[in-house]
């Protein structure tokens, strides 16, 4: 397979699982909206979800206040924004079309549907009533489009490198959603057992769509910050979770390092790093300290990332 | 104006089931076909862009649903003659680029050939694999009247268009079985193992084994991208842009996730010009450095060869009736047009002075571009032509305004007819000659209009030709 054929597989994919976590995200501040919320909370979640999808100081370099209109617009359609869901669409789709004759028929199909029926939601002034729509759109044309990935593609190497773009970004997603919400996560006295943290925890638990997952996984017991690290960090049940998503990207480069018959730096760095999370519980990560674990891990998957764009992307003998 | 489809308001027997056919679509039923339509291509990606066009936004080409049908014994006719021609046109470029001897017995002026842009000096005295210049060519004949069909011109460079030849079939399928069901139609979808057919035949000298093939593009902004990948997919081969493919030590090679891969055969979709920098233009960024001299030094094949543009050339498209004769003894079986060759003084005076009646067009001009119908121009741009032609007679040929033939589009709910031309596919390789019996049919979309060009606002439409 051409280099860059398998690189522009890769971003495809990110661009496709980047609007999904978008959409959800979006989903999670359009219910915080409808729930009467007359704390201070209210606010911090709006810019947490900045945060959370990385965009925070580019959007205060666009505009000056913090508005629930503004945002949604901004995450979605905002032309200022290089990292909307338009774009991420008209990226994954940029991308593809220079590979087209790497997926099926069926699969473009799908990703240049998505991408002119954009344009019917993008027209004239943003209109927030439209929101749940609109998610619901963004979600059902990813779910379609990995289907038909699924039930289409031939099992060679282009499958697994759509599938490292999906689960390098996941992991990627989560990791930063946590970070940013870590301080949530963390034992305070005043408010454990609080109204406020079960808010709380259920947010960030839906922010990765992962609430009803979470209820059925741990049954009627008591909801704690232990257990939601575990589930969101450590869960091999939780399709959102980081080691869920470590686990198939060491599974998809295992794969590739058979197909090729040539062991390479990133799937070795993959697989320690895949062992540390077996080797790993709750409170280990506490200990540790939460956000710096994140942040190690955000680091090691770069370079882990570095290591796979240099064995397959750049096409030179090694 | 011939009419091919009705004679006399009554239909030609070809269109005897088509015509009561398309009378009988109600006009909701038309408009909703027409949406159908629009919607696969638009669904697969069938999309050009027009050249020198600001907006960079994808365009749907126009096309319409009325059919177009060649008999058998047509076909026959165009088939021998675009083939002879192609086998002409390989001679002919073989022979200017070795021994000349076309230019030797004097059936041609040197000066057309050596002071010609598209003659490539680099490629002279070089051994071409099995002597193929050019494989792949698409011929554009026009029609005017019921017996002959006529060359308008050669296209032996990267002629484009065969992937709206077979996905208009494809969409014709979709929407309307019922007619195939009735009409015995030959199938056009065997173009692309043809083609991987003939490309394998044309391995270069230092190819051991299987060659490996790969098509060239510029890449997604070109306005044939789609075809390219189309081609790429159906012949399951490697669809690469320059920066995909490295020379070293002569050998190309392309980028792989297992490293770099030996390529053999190139079909390049790209200029000329713009193949290699370090020997053509070296401004070029989709090119591939050394490519050039790979391909001298027999590692790679290039498809077609640099230089061969010159045969499409207007100015010896007058020639090509003797080009034919020359190499083949053959007299040509498909005529050409009459053309005047304003290099040539006699030519000249008569063209200036019936300009009115001619078209005019520039040499080296392709696309519709830089030409004047005389017949429904201004008077300024007539004689901003007059003295076009008089500082640089050598840039223009003329030719009578013919009347090319007319087949009906459906326009609201009538069919109302509207030119069209004809350009058939022809495949040359190492002792194969492979054409697939159908063809783009061009038309143009304004009333009377004779340029048929996409660029210019042309459609096109699905060709048949009959099994009997």
């Known amino acids: 397979m051409l280099s860059r054929t398998a690189e522009n597989l890769y971003w495809t994919a990110r661009y496709i699982e980047r609007a999904d976590s978008i959409a959800r995200l979006l989903e999670v501040a359009y219910r915080i909206h409808l729930i009467p919320n007359t704390t201070e909370g209210y606010q911090n979640e709006w810019e947490s979800i900045l945060a959370a999808a990385g965009i925070k100081h580019n959007y205060l370099n666009t505009y000056s206040e913090i508005t629930k209109n503004k945002i949604e617009y901004y995450l979605l359609f905002d032309p200022n924004n290089n990292s909307s869901v338009k774009a991420c669409i008209e990226n994954a789709r940029n991308n593809l079309k220079m590979v087209r004759t790497a997926v099926t028929l069926e699969v473009w199909n799908a990703v240049n549907t998505w991408y002119h029926e954009l344009s019917n939601f993008d027209k004239g002034k943003y209109d927030s009533k439209n929101l749940p729509q609109i998610l619901d759109w963004i979600k059902r044309q990813v779910n379609l489009i990995k289907g038909t990935i699924n039930n289409t593609q031939l099992l060679n190497d282009g499958f697994d490198f759509i599938y490292l773009g999906i689960f390098y970004e996941r992991a990627d997603f989560t990791a930063r959603i946590i970070d940013v919400k870590y301080y949530i996560l963390l034992p305070s006295s005043s408010y454990v057992g609080t109204q406020v943290d079960n808010f709380q925890w259920s947010i960030m638990l839906r922010s990765v769509s992962a609430y009803r997952g979470f209820k059925w996984a741990y049954g009627n017991s008591q909801i704690d910050y232990k257990k939601i690290i575990d589930f969101l960090i450590l869960s091999n049940m939780c399709p959102r979770s980081i080691f869920y998503a470590v686990d198939k990207i060491q599974y998809h480069l295992g794969r590739l390092t058979q197909f090729y018959k040539s062991d390479n730096a990133a799937n070795r760095n993959v697989k320690i790093i895949h062992k540390g999370f077996v080797n790993s519980n709750a409170e280990q990560i506490i200990d540790f300290g939460l956000h710096e674990f994140l942040t190690k891990f955000i680091d090691d998957m770069s370079t882990t990332y570095s290591d796979l764009e240099e064995v397959y992307f750049l096409g030179t003998d090694r | ?468």
């Open chain 2, 1 to 468: 104006m011939f009419n091919e489809v009705f004679n006399k308001n009554k239909p030609r027997v070809a269109y005897k089931d088509i015509v009561p056919w398309a009378n009988s679509l109600p006009y909701h039923t038309l408009i909703k076909k027409k949406n159908e339509a629009e919607n696969l291509f638009k669904k697969i990606g069938i999309t050009f862009s027009v050249y020198n066009n600001f907006d960079s936004a994808e365009r749907l080409i126009p096309f319409d649903m009325f059919p177009r049908v060649i008999t058998k014994l047509e076909w026959m006719t165009i088939q021998e003659g675009v083939i002879q021609r192609s086998l002409a046109i390989n001679a002919f470029l073989r022979d200017i680029y070795n021994k000349c001897e076309i230019i030797k017995a004097k059936k041609i002026p040197a000066k057309l050939v050596y002071a010609n842009p598209a003659y490539e000096i680099k490629m002279v005295g070089l051994k071409v694999p099995h002597n193929i210049y050019s494989p792949i060519i698409g011929t554009d004949i026009i029609r005017t009247d019921s017996r002959s069909f006529r060359v308008l011109e050669d296209n032996c460079r990267t002629p484009s268009g065969v992937s709206y030849m077979i996905e208009n079939r494809e969409i014709m399928m979709r929407m309307f079985p019922e007619l195939f069901e009735k009409i015995n139609i030959e199938p056009v979808e065997n173009y692309s193992s043809y083609l991987l057919d003939i490309l394998k035949s044309l391995a270069p000298r230092k190819c051991e084994g299987d060659p490996k093939i790969v098509i060239l593009t510029p890449g997604p902004l070109n306005s044939a991208y789609y075809e390219h990948s189309y081609l790429a997919d159906t012949m399951g081969v490697e669809l690469v842009q320059g920066s995909d493919l490295i020379v070293e030590d002569n050998i190309t090679f392309m980028r792989t996730t297992q490293g770099k891969q030996k390529v053999d055969i190139i079909y390049r979709r790209i200029d000329d010009d713009f193949i290699d920098p370090l020997s053509f233009n070296e401004t070029s960024v989709i090119g591939v450095p050394g490519l050039f001299h790979s391909y001298k030094s027999g590692h790679v094949n290039i498809c077609s060869a640099p230089g061969s543009g010159i045969a499409d050339d207007k100015a010896i498209y007058t020639y090509m009736p003797d080009i034919i004769r020359f190499y083949l003894g053959e007299e040509p079986k498909l005529p050409s047009i009459k053309t005047w060759r304003c290099s040539k003084a006699a030519d000249r005076k008569y063209v200036l002075a019936n300009l009115e009646n001619l078209v005019v067009k520039e040499v080296h001009g392709s696309g519709g571009y830089g030409m004047l119908i005389g017949n429904s121009a201004t008077k300024a741009k007539i004689n901003s032509f007059k003295s076009k032609i008089k500082n640089n007679p050598d840039n223009y040929i003329a030719q009578p305004i013919l009347s090319l033939s007319s087949v009906p589009i459906f326009k609201k709910d009538t069919l109302t007819p509207r030119h069209v031309d004809l350009r058939p596919f022809t495949l040359l390789g190492h002792r194969k000659r492979r054409l697939v019996p159908g063809g783009l049919t061009r038309v143009a979309l304004k009333e009377g209009s004779l340029v048929v060009n996409s660029s210019q606002g042309g459609g096109v439409k699905d060709t048949w030709v009959l099994k009997n």
